[in-house]
Structures are given as structure tokens and as C-alpha cells.
């Protein structure tokens, strides 16, 4: 099973990494995959199982592509590997190609067969999972019986309409190596008892978070030294910052120090067989508000196969007499089986008619699901499904439910959404106008969906903008793009792909490269949104979100709002005067850690790391852009001497980079590596060793190193470390990458350098304060620094450097060439070296430093589902705050929750009430003084402040004369005047803030104004 590591494509798998990890990814890289059933179902399982990257994908389907694949169960819609050209084909023969072009590390092969050929147990041999879609239950518990008896992990899985199943059996005894895929924990310990029960007591900067029956092992405990690497211990939590471990009596006395680690434990699962399970399931719950629902689908689904077998097809759509004998065969079942609790006719009787339904966002929550069960099953990584899911979203019915008749094929390649909702309402989705904002793994899975689901196809449209062009790390999640894309815009390919899965989308969609913001307000502009129905957001940053969130609010647009991390999702809708926004809610701010810690007092590698990054940066970027600005702002120096206390360190650099330092040869940038690392990993050491001895103690009398503070040590230099050389060699090429010059990674170049450079000795100095905490006000150099004026002389004026210019470093991460991440992994493991922290590899700063997101394609399919189930709504018009459904999943474990939106805030003034959706509106341009009259008038209150962006129009501290002239003015001619900037030529609104009190003069909320300019 073993592989090597140098396979695992990092720069094409870089996000998936780090969400699974390269152990897992080496167990999936010899992993077999059959899947049988290439409709839409299983092309989406196939889709993302490739993109994951498992040895070979097998795609078992001879049936062929038939002219009702455009009209009846197997429709286009479903399976967007499929073309009209395509008819008359195998559809396993069809689909494999464009599957093997998503992932040339995979190769995905069709088992043959022949049309009507029956599946057999012989030919699912020599697979480690195998996965079964739209098979009878017959079939299913055949090569179940046989799939449980010989080892090999099996999954079955149908989606019917708005209903969806998956049931999971990976045999007897499997063993799952990481159920939840969570950090281990760990934290500093400052007391061990020496105890029957031992009691561990940890630095109270932060609660541990463990719980009764996780397992813990230490290390650097002083004293009690076998516990150092033990084997893992199990926890009985105490408190927040303590846990007893067992017995530690035999052992040494604790001493001081020591680290504990969370440890993984195995968890051993035990699968029932299918024949078994359906007489005795276990259900995960996906929504605790339908608690009692996957009872009734388990008989339902049963029904629907018995149904099948009886007639030979499904029960049609909406037709009662085939929903009225569903029901009496789950009633058959169900006695027949002995299960408990009622069922419900009416579920059974919609899961009936939506029995020949396929809808694409329901095949991508189920599709995206089980892609990740079968990532578990090969890599026994996080927790599997035991062992039945029972998914639906009936609330995405619209409200006036179809006929019979509407639901009739027309044929068409929507019929399987029209079989669930009707012909009227799909003519509502093709009428829809959407704006997609970002086309990247969320925006491609939507575009992808919409496609199929035939939005805008009508009077429609869809807009899409992306200013990011492709990169390698993206093929492994934005399945739309290929290699042969690379460098192009994002938006641009993704619109060419969907127009090409549907081309009734020819000419009803429009790609941009223009970022959503306040300087392309001229693009997005009022009547951009007026031709929209709503927004779906697929960003990747808070900022831009906020920003689109106001702009939805402000022009009240409903708004799709998702995100991932790694295996975790979320999904909410905004909806106009019913629920809050985006930005009502916020996330709490991330801890950050105190700048003391990094610079002095490091005591994870997460310091070193962030020490590296910033250490970057200010060797080879910010002194850069300061040479820059020197050479090109003709009144630097003057504001140089005016702000004299924060410039004198820039000065500095600059001379140092331009004069004294600036090299002519490579050797000369060798010398100044080796340089750097004497003065950051020795001398910086020595000082502060030199200032804060080991043997220092606090005002209190405690050692002051303890705790979490570490006592370093200086490193000495020496070429045969490799560690020390990597930082040399990273360090001389990119500090000659500043200056345009050629570099090297010759060995012997470097210690042709090396051996011959005089290194000078450091005496550290007297009197260096170091800054213990961040309240702490910055040390003085005991030296008093150079005088600025000096030095601002010692600089060559930039006359004499016309055209001269230094190249700043851009941070990328992403370029494995560019000695970027390679030279912040050498400085942080350098650092940790010097603290006696454990070192990182490369890949785990490379997240760090690079800030990273974990990402991976199944959580990415199954959160646009999900948007997706809510896009339904949004088009329905539904006005009810119950018929919407934030959602988070986390399929790790797996878990779904479901809330209703929160309902937007009521606030209220004079007795009167408002929400954020409500606002004041003034047409005409009107005047200060008619705007202000109005409010007394009307409302009875007083204005006392006006604004509009950050300009204040008007308050009582106004003098007279200027009060009385702005007060005549026009809103327009207003802002004018007081920003001194011209109003857009696009505006045709300005957005006012005003403060106002009411009779009893108290300062009250009132919606924002709109002044409109028309």
C-alpha cells in the first residue's frame, strides 16, 4: 500500500491536502472505484470522486443514450456530460471521456456490457468500493449479500425528485483511523499530580477543549519524564484547564513544563448487511424538524422499487391511482418487516409523484454525499455513514403545486424538473435574471446546476464576474476548467463550458472581469440591478460579501449566500423585508496572537511561521517599495524630516538597500544570506539571552523563562546543516531577484562563498530592554540611532538613478520556483530551532503562511445543491420566513443542520416600525431644507445631523451663513460642495444618513434616505 509521496501532485491537490492529508490521499491513490449507473446520479458521484483523486474511476452503464434521455428519466439535465449527439450511444461509453479529462492522474475506464446485459457479482471483483445507482432493491441486496461477504465497501444510493437515499456498508470490523479530521488538540502544562488519578493542570491562557474519553501523550514535561512520549492516556475532563490521566504514582516527581497532544484514536464500526439493515435500520437524522421522515422514506423508497418491479416503470407523475397503490405496498412493507411508528400517506404519497423527478441541485447534495462515503471507505478517513441518509426538500415545492397535466413530459431535457414542479414554474426559471458573483469551485457547481436546471434559458439572464484567471490548484475543484484554460478568465471559460452542457443558454449569459466594489459602481450600476431578480454570491473574502450584501439590501435583491471549509458548509438566504442580512450576523474576529510572542517569546511553530512571513516581507518587499518611493516621490525627504520619529528605521534601509548593501555580483548576495542568518538566528539570540538571562526571574521571584515563554538557544552556523543552507540559498536568490540579477543553487558556489567570507563577532550590548508584552511601550535603541539628517545625506539623490528600480517580491504561493515558501519554511524551522520547537514541513506552511483554505469538491457539490433548493424558493416568490432554510453540513462526521433564516430586526420610531429593508425616498433631487421640512412635518422629528458617505452636509454646529446655503442646495449640488468630488455621471441615487430626534428630544433610529436624482 505504500507510495511514494512525490506522486501526490501538491501543486494540484494543494487544497484537498489539506483537508484529507497525504496518509489518506496514498490509501486512495491505490483504490479501485465501480460505479454503476451513469445517469445524473452517478456521473456527479463519478465527477468528484476523480476530481479527489482515487487510483482508477470504472463506470459500469451499457444502456444507451435514448432520444427520451432529453425528455424522461435520464435527461441531459441530470447527466451534464451528455450531448444531443451522444443518442443512440452507451452512456458509460459517452460519459468516460469527459470524465478522464478532469483528472489525468485517474484513469476512468467503461466495464462494457451490452444493453440489457443484467450486472452481475463476477465483475465487481478486484474493486475496493463499488457504488450502485438507480438498481432495484433486488439487485442492490444481490451484490450487497455478496459485496459484505467478500470485503469490499458498498454503497447504494437514488435520488427521486426533491427525495433523496444513500445506504452504506463497508463490512464488519472497519476501521476509522480519524472520525472527526479535527486538529489534535494540545496545550502547556503547569502541574502534574502524582496521584491514582492524576490530575493535569494547563496554563490557564486557554481552556484545553477535551473530552471525557479522548487520549493525550507529553512531551518536555521536566521531572516526570515518562510521560514523555507515553503511550496515550485516557482523559476524564475536570474543568475547563484541568484532566486527570490515571495513575502516575510509579513515576518521578513533576518538575515544570511539558506539553500534552490530543492522540486519534481508531474507531472500530460494525456494518449490517442490507437484507439486515432494511429490517432494522439506523438513521442519520438530516433535519431534527423532520425527526420522524426517514421511518416513512425507508418503507417509501421500497415501495417505489417494488412499484417498479411490479410494472415496469415508476409511478407517473402526480397521478393518484399509482400514488394511492405506493401507499398500500410501504403499508405491505412495513408490517411485513415489523418496523415501528406510523407512516406518513402523505410523504409517501409525494415521494410517488415525484418518483420519475431528477433534479440537478438534488443530485449534487446527493452526489457531492456520497463521493465523500466513498472517499472514507478507501481512506478511512472521518466518520461513515451508519448506515441509512434519508434527504428531501419538500418546502421547495412551489406553493401552487402542479397538476397532473403540467407535470406531462413535453418531452423536453427539463422534464425530470418539470415532472416535479410543472410546466408554469419552469417557465419561471427560464424567465429568471441572476447575478453570480465569482465563478470559482462554489460558482462553477452553480453554473453547472443552473444549466441543467434551464435558468434564464427563456427571458432570463445570467451574469457572472471573476477577475481571477485560472491556476493549477484550481482543476482539482473547478471541475468546468482544464488544463488547456490556464491563465484565461475564470468567467469567461465557465460561461463557455455551461453554454456548451445546455446550449439553450447561448446568448443568455454574460461573463465579466470586474470586481464587485465601490470603483465599479459605473458597471453594476442602478440599472444593472433593476434588470435582476437576485444575487448569488460565490466569493471567498468577507469584505466582498459585506459589500454585495449592501448593495442587495440597498436595492432589495434577495441574496444567495454559501461558503466551505473543507469538509464543512454553509448556506443562507437573504430574503427582502422577512429575513436579517448578511451582515447582521458576524463571525467573532480570529484570536490573533500578541506581537510580543511572535517577535521574543514563540512557543508553537503557528509563532515561527508568522515570524517568517513577516520576515519576508521586510527583507525583501517593504524595503523594496521604500528604494521605490525614494527614487520616484520628489518630496520624500521632506516628509521624511517632518515625520522623523517613524522614519529613521526606513531610512536606514533604504541606505542599506541602495548603498551599503546593494550588490553587483551573486556572490555578493550569497554573503548577504549568511549575514541574515547571523544576525537573526545568533546575534538577535545572544541580546536577548544577554537582557533576559536563562536563570531571570519575574518581580514576583518565579523564573521569568517558564510558562510560555522558552528559553532559546543561538544556532551556529554550519553548510553541511541542511536547514541552514536552504536558508542561505533561499535568502541570496531572492534578495537577488530584487536587484535583477542571475541566481544560483550550485552547493559548491555557495560554499566556495561561505568558507571564504569573514563573519564578524557580536558583543551583545548593555542596557537593550526587550518588550515583554504588547501594552508595553517599544524599546529605545541604547545607541540614540543615526541622525536623520545624516542619513537622509548619505542616500545618492534620485537624479543620479533615473529609471533605477528595485523588484519587490509579490508573495506566491502557489509557484513552487520563486524560493517564496521554501525560504519561510527554512526561516520558521531556523526560529523553531532556536526555541526548541518542533519544525513544520513545507506543506503545513506552506497553509500557514499562504493562509491557505482547505477545500475539497464534494463539500463544494453538496453546498451548491443546497443554494440551489433555495434558489427554487426565491424564484416561488414564497413569503413565508418558515419555507427557507439556512443550512451547515459537516460531512467528516457527517452532520446536517438545518434553522429558518433569522427574521430581519424590528425597530421602531414615533410608534412606527422599520426594518433594514425599509427607507426614506426623495425624488427630484430635492433640497436640504424640503428634505428636513418633510421629517418635521411628516414624522415629527428633528433633523440634527446629515451625511452622506463621509462627508458631513450639515449639523447644528454649521455656522449660520453656511447653514442657511446648504440648506437651499440641492441634495446633489450638497455633496458636491462639501466632498469637493463631482457626483458619478451613473448615479442615480445618493444614499443620506441622518441623525434626528423626536418631540421629546431623544435621539432615535430612523431607516437610511434615498435621495434619488431623476
Known amino acids: 500500500m505504500d507510495i511514494d509521496e512525490q506522486k501526490i501532485d501538491e501543486g494540484l491537490y494543494s487544497r484537498q491536502l489539506y483537508v484529507l492529508g497525504h496518509e489518506a490521499m496514498k490509501r486512495m491513490a491505490v483504490s479501485n472505484v465501480l460505479i454503476v449507473g451513469a445517469k445524473g446520479l452517478g456521473v456527479e458521484i463519478a465527477k468528484n470522486t476523480v476530481l479527489a483523486g482515487v487510483k482508477s474511476v470504472t463506470i459500469y452503464d451499457p444502456e444507451p443514450v435514448a432520444i427520451q434521455d432529453l425528455g424522461t428519466q435520464a435527461r441531459l439535465l441530470a447527466g451534464f456530460f451528455l450531448r444531443e449527439a451522444d443518442v443512440g450511444k452507451p452512456r458509460a461509453a459517452v460519459t468516460v471521456p469527459r470524465l478522464a479529462e478532469l483528472n489525468a492522474y485517474v484513469p476512468v475506464k467503461d466495464l462494457g456490457g451490452h444493453a440489457g446485459q443484467p450486472l452481475t457479482t463476477d465483475v465487481i471483483s478486484g474493486f475496493q468500493v463499488v457504488v450502485l445507482t438507480d438498481v432495484t432493491l433486488a439487485k442492490q441486496l444481490e451484490i450487497n449479500d455478496w459485496a459484505h461477504a467478500n470485503g469490499v465497501h458498498f454503497i447504494s444510493a437514488d435520488v427521486r425528485g426533491l427525495f433523496g437515499t444513500v445506504f452504506c456498508d463497508f463490512g464488519t470490523r472497519f476501521t476509522c483511523i480519524d472520525p472527526t479530521g479535527a486538529q489534535p488538540l494540545t496545550g502547556m502544562t503547569v502541574e502534574i499530580e502524582k496521584e491514582k488519578d492524576a490530575v493535569v493542570?494547563?496554563?490557564?491562557?486557554?481552556?484545553?477543549?477535551?473530552?471525557?474519553?479522548?487520549?493525550?501523550?507529553?512531551?518536555?514535561?521536566?521531572?516526570?519524564f515518562e510521560l514523555n512520549g507515553c503511550k496515550p492516556r485516557k482523559v476524564t475532563v475536570k474543568g475547563p484547564y484541568t484532566f486527570s490521566i490515571g495513575d502516575t504514582t510509579g513515576f518521578h516527581d513533576y518538575v515544570s513544563g511539558g506539553i500534552f497532544t490530543q492522540v486519534k484514536m481508531p474507531k472500530i464500526i460494525d456494518f449490517k448487511p442490507l437484507r439486515e439493515s432494511l429490517k432494522a435500520p439506523e438513521f442519520l437524522i438530516t433535519d431534527f424538524a423532520k425527526f420522524d421522515r426517514p421511518s416513512t422514506l425507508h418503507v417509501g423508497f421500497q415501495a417505489l422499487s417494488a412499484f417498479r418491479d411490479k410494472h415496469g416503470h415508476l409511478p407517473k407523475p402526480r397521478n393518484e391511482s399509482d400514488a394511492t397503490e405506493v401507499i398500500a405496498l410501504s403499508k405491505e412493507i412495513h408490517k411485513a418487516s415489523g418496523l415501528e411508528g406510523d407512516l406518513d400517506e402523505k410523504i409517501l404519497q409525494e415521494l410517488s409523484f415525484e418518483a420519475t423527478g431528477d433534479i440537478s441541485p438534488m443530485v449534487a447534495v446527493i452526489g457531492g454525499y456520497v463521493a465523500q462515503e466513498v472517499l472514507k471507505a478507501v481512506s478511512a478517513k472521518f466518520h461513515p455513514t451508519v448506515q441509512h441518509l434519508y434527504f428531501d426538500s419538500l418546502e421547495s415545492l412551489p406553493d401552487q403545486l402542479p397538476t397532473e397535466a403540467e407535470c406531462v413530459p413535453v418531452p423536453s431535457r427539463y422534464d425530470g424538473q418539470i415532472a416535479v414542479f410543472g410546466r408554469g414554474f419552469q417557465e419561471k426559471i427560464a424567465n429568471y435574471r441572476e447575478f453570480l458573483v465569482g465563478s470559482g469551485a462554489i460558482g462553477c457547481e452553480m453554473l453547472k446546476n443552473w444549466s441543467m436546471m434551464g435558468l434564464a434559458t427563456g427571458k432570463g439572464i445570467i451574469h457572472v464576474t471573476d477577475l481571477d484567471t485560472i491556476e493549477k490548484s484550481n482543476l482539482n475543484r473547478q471541475f468546468l476548467f482544464r488544463a488547456k484554460d490556464l491563465g484565461n478568465f475564470k468567467s469567461e471559460v465557465a460561461a463557455a463550458a455551461v453554454i456548451e452542457m445546455n446550449p439553450d443558454l447561448k446568448g443568455k449569459i454574460i461573463s465579466h472581469q470586474d470586481a464587485v466594489g465601490g470603483e465599479t459602481e459605473n458597471v453594476y450600476d442602478d440599472s444593472f440591478f433593476a434588470h435582476l431578480d437576485g444575487v448569488t454570491n460565490a466569493l471567498d473574502n468577507v469584505k466582498a460579501r459585506m459589500y454585495m450584501d449592501r448593495r442587495c439590501v440597498f436595492f432589495q435583491k434577495p441574496l444567495l449566500e454559501s461558503g466551505t471549509l473543507g469538509t464543512l458548509g454553509n448556506t443562507q438566504v437573504v430574503v427582502p423585508h422577512l429575513t436579517e442580512s448578511y451582515s447582521s450576523s458576524q463571525d467573532p474576529p480570529e484570536k490573533s496572537t500578541p506581537m510580543c510572542t511572535v517577535k521574543s517569546f514563540p512557543n508553537a511553530i503557528e509563532h515561527t511561521i508568522e515570524w517568517a512571513r513577516q520576515h519576508f516581507d521586510n527583507l525583501f518587499v517593504k524595503p523594496i517599495q521604500s528604494v521605490n518611493q525614494y527614487l520616484t516621490d520628489p518630496s520624500f525627504k521632506e516628509t521624511s524630516l517632518k515625520y522623523s520619529g517613524t522614519q529613521t528605521e526606513t531610512i536606514q534601509q533604504i541606505r542599506d538597500y541602495l548603498v551599503r548593501y546593494k550588490p553587483l555580483t551573486f556572490e555578493e548576495c550569497i554573503q548577504w544570506g549568511r549575514l541574515q542568518f547571523e544576525e537573526n538566528y545568533n546575534n538577535s539570540i545572544q541580546q536577548l539571552l544577554y537582557s533576559l538571562p536563562k536563570d531571570a526571574v519575574t518581580s514576583t521571584g518565579t523564573p521569568f523563562w517558564s510558562g510560555p515563554k522558552r528559553a532559546p538557544d543561538a544556532l551556529k552556523f554550519t553548510s553541511s546543516d541542511p536547514l541552514h543552507m536552504e536558508y542561505v540559498i533561499c535568502a541570496a536568490n531572492l534578495h537577488a531577484a530584487n536587484y535583477g540579477l542571475h541566481g544560483s543553487t550550485d552547493p559548491e558556489l555557495f560554499k566556495k562563498v561561505l568558507n571564504s567570507m569573514f563573519v564578524p563577532k557580536f558583543e551583545p550590548k548593555s542596557g537593550f530592554k526587550v518588550q515583554i508584552n504588547d501594552a508595553d511601550a517599544p524599546p529605545e535603541n541604547p545607541d540614540g540611532g543615526e541622525d536623520l539628517s545624516d542619513l537622509l545625506a548619505s542616500l545618492p539623490p534620485p537624479s543620479s538613478l533615473v529609471g533605477?528600480?528595485?523588484?519587490?517580491?509579490?508573495?506566491?504561493?502557489?509557484?513552487?520556483?520563486?524560493?517564496?515558501?521554501?525560504?519561510?519554511?527554512?526561516?520558521?524551522?531556523l526560529r523553531a530551532s532556536n526555541y526548541g520547537i518542533t519544525v513544520a514541513d513545507r506543506h503545513h506552511t506552506k497553509q500557514i503562511a499562504g493562509k491557505i483554505i482547505p477545500a475539497i469538491a464534494t463539500t463544494t457539490a453538496v453546498v451548491s445543491g443546497l443554494v440551489c433548493l433555495e434558489l427554487y424558493k426565491l424564484i416561488d416568490g414564497k413569503k413565508k420566513l418558515e419555507a427557507y432554510k439556512n443550512g451547515f453540513v459537516n460531512l467528516a462526521l457527517p452532520f446536517f443542520g438545518f434553522s429558518e433564516p433569522i427574521k430581519a430586526a424590528q425597530n421602531t420610531y414615533n410608534g412606527k416600525e422599520w426594518t433594514l429593508w425599509d427607507r426614506?425616498?426623495?425624488?427630484?433631487?430635492?433640497?436640504?431644507?424640503?428634505?428636513?421640512?418633510?421629517?418635521?412635518?411628516?414624522?415629527?422629528?428633528?433633523?440634527?445631523?446629515?451625511?452622506?458617505?463621509?462627508?458631513?452636509?450639515?449639523?447644528?454646529?454649521?455656522?449660520k451663513k453656511k447653514s442657511e446655503e446648504r440648506l437651499r442646495m440641492k441634495i446633489s449640488q450638497l455633496v458636491e460642495n462639501v466632498s469637493r468630488k463631482p457626483v458619478p455621471s451613473h448615479a442615480k441615487n445618493l444614499l443620506v444618513e441622518m441623525m434626528v430626534n423626536d418631540e421629546e428630544g431623544e435621539d432615535v433610529e430612523i431607516p437610511f434616505v434615498v435621495v434619488h436624482l431623476d
Open 201 to 224: 493542570t494547563c496554563l490557564d491562557e486557554t481552556r484545553h477543549g477535551l473530552e471525557d474519553g479522548d487520549f493525550v501523550t507529553f512531551s518536555e514535561v521536566q521531572g516526570m
Open 920 to 959: 426614506f425616498e426623495f425624488h427630484h433631487d430635492p433640497t436640504l431644507q424640503e428634505i428636513v421640512d418633510y421629517f418635521q412635518k411628516e414624522e415629527k422629528l428633528e433633523v440634527s445631523m446629515v451625511s452622506s458617505g463621509v462627508s458631513m452636509l450639515w449639523s447644528p454646529f454649521t455656522p
Open 804 to 829: 533605477y528600480r528595485l523588484l519587490p517580491a509579490e508573495f506566491e504561493k502557489d509557484d513552487d520556483s520563486n524560493f517564496h515558501i521554501d525560504f519561510i519554511t527554512a526561516a520558521s524551522n
